[in-house]
């Protein structure tokens, strides 16, 4: 096999299209602390740091799960359970990804290297936690929540409370949107054991979970465009992102999860997206 169609298979495995998710609110991140436009360099670090974190997360993810994975018919073609990629190539990439992550937040600033290990114990425990809680889509919304905090601390070198809602966003978006996602493995998860939203407490009942935190998620935001004082672009792209709520949760019906692939990911790329770049017109665009 080439590199071309083995490193591929490595983008494959930890899904890098879904940096859309968490890319975009590192950015906003970075941008609310710097109040502009940050320094080049910190922006390719904390990019560095994303990429490298959530690839090691999404390994250790794939080797703690590949039996769950082989005996799900939607996951028994994932890349481990497969042989597309073997077991001690999925530690390495994991163990390679992690050590650069280190190194990022080393060339960030002294407190990001220092709470990189609360970073990784994040990322990692998430894995575990389906196996005994439901709770377990809000610790998935934690660490992807590190996206904004982490930019935050790399440009400010300080924790603040200014980003907290942020963090409560991103909590509470993901939590939403993974509950939803969750409909996919609901007879899985009840013979298997497997916790979730969906499982513990039924289809439609998780369906208005996912509505209620979408709802609080979008509170939060408000709250932060209120905290920074950002302008009417932050509010237009408020008002688009409400409506790509609105949008995601016609398309998931109790009876009918048919549309759930574009629910899960579309809406809540642009969803990212949206949110991205209205902060930084608000921010970088004075009326």
């Known amino acids: ?112 290297f220092k709470l990189s290990p609360v970073a990784i114990f994040i990322l990692f425990i998430y894995s575990y936690t389906k196996r005994f809680t439901w709770a377990c889509h809000f610790v998935l919304g934690l660490a992807l929540a590190l996206a904004p905090l982490g930019a935050w601390i790399a440009i400010k070198g300080s924790f603040d409370w200014e980003i907290i809602p942020m963090v409560l966003t991103v909590i509470f978006w993901l939590a939403g949107f993974d509950t939803l996602y969750a409909l996919w493995d609901v007879e899985f998860d009840k013979k298997y054991g497997i916790y979730s939203i969906p499982r513990i407490f039924g289809v439609k009942k998780a369906i208005y979970f996912a509505r209620l935190f979408h709802f609080i998620a979008w509170g939060f ?19 688009l992102v409400a409506l790509l709520f609105i949008r995601e949760h016609s398309l998931v019906k109790p009876h009918d999860i048919s549309k759930l692939d574009i629910a899960f990911f579309n809406m809540n790329g642009y969803i990212s997206i949206t949110v991205f770049i209205f902060t930084a017109m608000a921010i970088l665009i004075k009326i």
């Open 1 to 112: 096999m080439s590199m071309l169609n083995k490193a591929v298979l490595y983008l494959r495995m930890i899904k890098i299209e879904h940096s859309v998710f968490a890319l975009p609110f590192a950015f906003a991140g970075a941008l609310l602390a710097t109040g502009g436009i940050p320094e080049l360099e910190k922006v390719l670090w904390i990019t560095v740091a994303m990429v490298t974190a959530r690839a090691s997360a999404f390994g250790f993810n794939r080797i703690i799960d590949r039996k769950i994975d082989a005996l799900n018919p939607r996951t028994a073609q994932r890349e481990i359970p497969a042989g597309k990629i073997k077991l001690w190539e999925a530690f390495l990439f994991t163990v390679v990804s992690l050590a650069v992550f280190i190194y990022s937040a080393w060339m960030l600033n002294p407190l990001c």
């Open 221 to 239: 935001l408000a709250i932060t465009g209120l905290i920074f004082k950002l302008n009417i672009f932050y509010w237009i792209g408020m008002a």
